[in-house]
């Protein structure tokens, strides 16, 4: 008897989801357990494992094509066997489709704290897997480096490197074929374009990026902050923690999601929303704050909720934990709804002031650029170092003003030059 396969709830607001690319065609032979399909909602990606053994004798949607949840997408069979009519009750699981979304078809990332996989399948991230079928290595082979031996994408390129003889990177796997420039005029490449197609996730970004910046008034404004005195605070608070047990380590991005999350509850004009059908501002008297994470696929942001509750302990755990989920791609969709406000890094770029785009219905989003070495003089006229953090901060001027969105971004700044307040 056929087998549906069926798109599953990556969510408990999830109704639908979109086929991004089937891993195999029909004829070929399938494992339970083997992804055969990936499949995308909202900006939430996930593999979708064969449900039993058999061979794929069919596909009822296809890539790009958006299906409800419980639905079936695909069919797993005997070689020859037909694809049930639909309503016939000939394939298994039709009666019971929410049965099919159990958390066992759906590759997600484990937690770190999950138990070791059982012998003879190796737990690997999607993209590590998709890496490993693309170099036609065998996953099982790859040691993983990852939470629990978690095979990375880092480990598929290590092991790439190794059979290959020549050293692979991130950059230089996805990197397209350069076209010679320097040709005389005239003349044209041998080579074409390489041609992506806008599907997926990226499409998801592009179209929202899109209403945003169509949809709303944004004005951006820059100011740096001396983080001089914020060092030395982490760096001395870090030592003292170093003696704890549970090993915390309180990072930048932890004190700046503090000193924005005081500073909101100061100016609950940026800590909004604009309901335009409603021709209603939001402001909120709780701080769900987005930290936009970047991960192989795209930009997500997950969500600390009510961060105005929790401790600089608590927020520097809930950070790494998502985090580390962000990268694997093991994000709900209820981890990423909800913001009121959201905080994006481009300090590891090196990128100092820049123009982050507003993540709706946001009033506003602060961009973080890399800390810089600077000279200035003391009050006394002295030359002395100093440490400075550039902060872009966009803001829907429908909603705020320049002048009090400038009183928040002073805020701000206010308590990372004051650090010994974030703990008050």
């Known amino acids: 008897m056929a087998v549906e396969i069926i798109m599953p709830k990556l969510g408990m607001s999830m109704k639908e989801g979109t086929i991004v690319e089937w891993h195999k065609a029909k004829g070929e032979s399938v494992k339970k357990g083997e992804p055969v399909v990936s499949i995308s909602s909202e900006k939430i990606e996930n593999e979708v494992e064969a449900p039993a053994d058999g061979e794929l004798i069919g596909v009822s949607a296809e890539v790009d094509e958006v299906v409800a949840v419980g639905?079936?997408?695909?069919?797993?069979?005997?070689?020859?066997?037909?694809?049930?009519?639909?309503?016939?009750?000939?394939a298994a699981g039709e009666t019971q489709p929410e049965k099919e979304t159990a958390p066992e078809q759906i590759r997600q990332a484990p937690k770190p704290e999950s138990p070791p996989p059982a012998a003879g399948k190796k737990r690997a991230s999607p993209a590590a897997k998709k890496l490993a079928r693309?170099?036609?290595?065998?996953?099982?082979?790859?040691?993983?480096?990852?939470?629990?031996?978690?095979?990375?994408?880092?480990?598929?390129?290590?092991?790439?490197?190794?059979?290959?003889?020549?050293?692979l990177s991130?950059?230089?796997?996805?990197?397209?074929?350069?076209?010679?420039?320097?040709?005389?005029?005239?003349?044209?490449s041998s080579q074409e374009p390489v041609k992506k197609e806008l599907k997926g996730i990226r499409k998801v970004i592009a179209d929202r990026m899109h209403d945003s910046i169509r949809n709303t008034a944004q004005l951006t404004i820059m100011k740096h902050a001396d983080v001089t005195k914020l060092m030395a605070f982490r760096k001395e608070l870090n030592a003292d923690l170093a003696t704890d047990e549970e090993s915390v380590k309180v990072s930048v991005t932890d004190l700046l999601a503090r000193a924005v999350t005081k500073a909101l509850l100061e100016h609950p004009n940026m800590n909004s929303?604009?309901?335009?059908?409603?021709?209603?501002?939001?402001?909120?008297?709780?701080?769900?704050?987005?930290?936009?994470?970047?991960?192989?696929?795209?930009?997500?942001?997950?969500?600390?909720?009510?961060?105005?509750?929790?401790?600089?302990?608590?927020?520097?755990?809930?950070?790494?934990?998502?985090?580390?989920?962000?990268?694997?791609?093991?994000?709900?969709?209820?981890?990423?709804?909800?913001?009121?406000?959201?905080?994006?890094?481009?300090?590891?770029?090196?990128?100092?002031?820049?123009?982050?785009?507003?993540?709706?219905?946001?009033?506003?989003?602060?961009?973080?650029?890399?800390?810089?070495?600077?000279?200035?003089?003391?009050?006394?006229?002295?030359?002395?170092?100093?440490?400075?953090?550039?902060?872009?901060?966009?803001?829907?001027?429908?909603?705020?003003?320049?002048?009090?969105?400038?009183?928040?971004?002073?805020?701000?700044?206010?308590?990372?030059?004051?650090?010994?307040?974030?703990?008050?």
């Open 170 to 188: 991130p950059q230089t796997v996805s990197a397209p074929p350069q076209i010679e420039t320097s040709q005389a005029a005239g003349s044209t």
């Open 273 to 424: 929303a604009l309901k335009e059908r409603e021709g209603t501002i939001y402001e909120y008297g709780h701080v769900h704050l987005g930290i936009a994470a970047a991960n192989d696929k795209g930009l997500v942001v997950p969500v600390l909720f009510n961060v105005q509750d929790q401790s600089l302990k608590d927020i520097s755990a809930a950070i790494r934990s998502l985090g580390e989920k962000a990268r694997d791609g093991s994000l709900s969709s209820e981890e990423m709804a909800g913001s009121t406000f959201t905080v994006t890094n481009l300090g590891a770029s090196g990128i100092s002031f820049f123009t982050p785009v507003l993540n709706p219905p946001e009033t506003g989003i602060l961009g973080v650029g890399a800390t810089e070495e600077t000279l200035a003089f003391s009050e006394k006229g002295d030359v002395v170092a100093r440490k400075k953090l550039p902060l872009s901060l966009t803001f829907d001027h429908r909603v705020v003003d320049g002048e009090p969105a400038s009183r928040f971004l002073n805020t701000v700044i206010a308590y990372l030059e004051h650090p010994y307040r974030l703990l008050i």
């Open 71 to 90: 639905k079936p997408i695909g069919f797993i069979g005997e070689p020859g066997e037909q694809i049930p009519e639909p309503g016939s009750g000939d």
């Open 134 to 167: 693309q170099k036609g290595i065998d996953i099982e082979t790859v040691v993983g480096t990852g939470p629990g031996g978690r095979v990375t994408k880092e480990d598929v390129l290590q092991a790439a490197e190794k059979d290959t003889g020549t050293e």
